[in-house]
């Protein structure tokens, strides 16, 4: 029997899981929910930072139609719930949706702070559901090469990390409020704190600088993140650039024995240089989206608890994204 998958808040996040899910066989999107008639309709798609991110063009008349998430959450009909929800509505939407036994994929940041998000971990031990954020990085063509390269050693241990991830302000009600979406440090740059997290662990310490502009939460921002076993991390997060700056997702990390740049802009998105030769690195089709959707359908068809990124995780990376905003608060490095 296929997965039946109800989807609430049509979005760009919404969107952009619903193609994903189109792609996939085995899966039914069978509800969608959105207080936007025209989103919850599918006559209105919203675009996405990266290029074929929430492509549209789906047909939305086999869906059942909600106005009210909590009403999609109560269809019997459905085994997981996918919460594309503005951030400080996945704490009560995500263990509401538990509460129900239903599967749940929960948007990133996985929660607005580490203490809602550990009530959220909490609602998922005591669920027959499974939980998973959609940290999507963990997924991402080019960065599971990555993680496969720190743990392997291919290429010698890492000396320097550099990540980055910068572009102009969204836009729209909930990106322009600091207070819902927690500045680009906790809904951009989360993003580069999660995938340190996944491949180096939990930094011995942040030390981070930043300012705000287009909300009142932190809109830029570079941080160090320390590590005894590493000389150097770093990552820079940013929505702060002026209208039309373009999109950059980069990494470049350099190895004992080699040095891989990865461009999402660049023609070549992931290059090894090694013995002064550069060699274009091939890599899977799609975005992290739909892999880390694949994942998450894999795990529930197996009834496996999803292994690449559990709950408590996800609450470690906002707990992460604090100190950061503590250092930058204080001007210290914070210890974790
Ligand atoms: N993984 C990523 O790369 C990524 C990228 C962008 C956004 N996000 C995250 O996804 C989440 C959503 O972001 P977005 O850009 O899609 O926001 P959005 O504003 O485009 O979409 C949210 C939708 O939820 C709907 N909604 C709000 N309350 C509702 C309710 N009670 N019932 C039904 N529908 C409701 C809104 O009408 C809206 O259409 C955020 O947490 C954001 O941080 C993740």
Not at 31 to 38: F, G, M, Q, T, W
Not at 121 to 142: H, I, N, Q, T, V
Request: aromatic share 10%; with cysteine.
């Amino acid at each position: 029997m296929k997965t039946r998958v109800g989807i609430i808040g049509i979005g760009m996040m919404g969107s952009t899981h619903l193609d994903a899910y189109s792609k996939i066989d085995g899966v039914e999107v069978v509800a969608v929910a959105d207080l936007i008639k025209e989103r919850r309709e599918g006559s209105a798609t919203v675009a996405g930072n990266v290029e074929g991110q929430s492509k549209g063009g789906i047909d939305f008349s086999p869906f059942r139609k909600y106005e009210e998430g909590m009403d999609l959450i109560a269809d019997p009909d459905i085994d997981l719930i996918d919460i594309c929800l503005p951030t400080p509505l996945h704490l009560s939407y995500a263990k509401a949706a538990l509460a129900f036994g239903r599967h749940v994929l929960s948007e990133k940041p996985f929660a607005l702070n580490s203490r809602e998000g550990n009530e959220l971990a909490e609602a998922a031990r005591s669920s027959k559901g499974m939980l998973m954020c959609a940290m999507c990085m963990r997924f991402w063509p080019g960065w599971t090469w990555l993680k496969d390269r720190v743990e392997d050693q291919q290429f010698g241990k890492v000396l320097g990390a550099q990540f980055r991830r910068t572009t102009c302000h969204p836009g729209g009600p909930f990106y322009s409020d600091g207070a819902a979406c927690g500045g680009a440090i906790l809904d951009l740059h989360i993003h580069d704190t999660d995938f340190i997290q996944y491949c180096f662990g939990l930094p011995k310490a942040v030390f981070s600088q930043g300012y705000a502009k287009e909300t009142t939460h932190i809109d830029h921002v570079v941080t160090q993140y320390m590590y005894d076993d590493i000389p150097l991390v770093v990552a820079e997060g940013s929505w702060a650039f002026q209208p039309g700056a373009p999109f950059h997702m980069q990494y470049t990390v350099n190895f004992e024995q080699a040095t891989a740049v990865f461009d999402l802009a660049a023609d070549s998105v992931l290059t090894l240089r090694k013995d002064g030769e550069a060699t274009d690195i091939e890599l899977p089709e799609g975005m992290g989206y739909d892999h880390e959707i694949r994942y998450f359908l894999e795990c529930i068809a197996k009834g496996e608890k999803p292994a690449v990124i559990h709950p408590e995780s996800a609450v470690t990376s906002v707990r992460i994204v604090e100190a950061e905003v503590e250092s930058i608060r204080t001007g210290q490095p914070v210890y974790l």
